[in-house]
């Protein structure tokens, strides 16, 4: 397992997702750190081949982990000033970056990662039809919100 390797090719689909969570670009790049430096600890347990599951996997579990201590610690909301590459539409991201965490993950990993419902559903630990359930609910709210900036 080459760790550089498996960084370079994963490092942005962990800030982003990280960003989707939290965001705060300051706080996603110290989950991206993280994940990272558990892996390096934990790379005899990473199955060869599913390095980009672990990571997101981490990742989101990272990211439940801080927002739950900041619900239990009254901090203040974070700003979302925030930027990914590659997106076609800064409108559409914002959008979808005002859903609710539960479904703007299940929007980015879908959309923006490549996964199928069942991939999602490992990643989150739910069942796949609690992803789809999510994915349909969050079409229904993009579309009123992006309907509403329509008219």
Not at 93 to 118: D, F, N, P
């Amino acid at each position: 397992m080459d760790i550089t390797q498996i960084y370079n090719d994963n490092k942005n689909s962990v800030y982003r997702l990280a960003l989707t969570y939290l965001h705060s670009p300051a706080e996603a790049e110290d989950v991206c750190h993280d994940v990272f430096i558990k892996m390096i600890e934990h790379k005899t347990s990473i199955f060869t081949g599913k390095e980009r599951a672990w990571l997101l996997t981490v990742t989101a579990n990272e990211c439940k982990n801080r927002l739950k201590f900041w619900r239990r610690h009254e901090n203040e909301e974070l700003s979302d000033g925030f930027s990914v590459e590659g997106t076609q539409s800064p409108d559409i991201l914002e959008t979808v970056m005002s859903l609710s965490v539960k479904e703007r993950t299940v929007i980015y990993l879908y959309y923006y990662e490549g996964y199928t419902t069942e991939e999602i559903a490992g990643i989150l630990k739910i069942t796949a039809s609690a992803v789809r359930s999510r994915m349909e609910r969050a079409r229904k709210h993009l579309k009123i919100k992006l309907e509403g900036e329509l008219s």
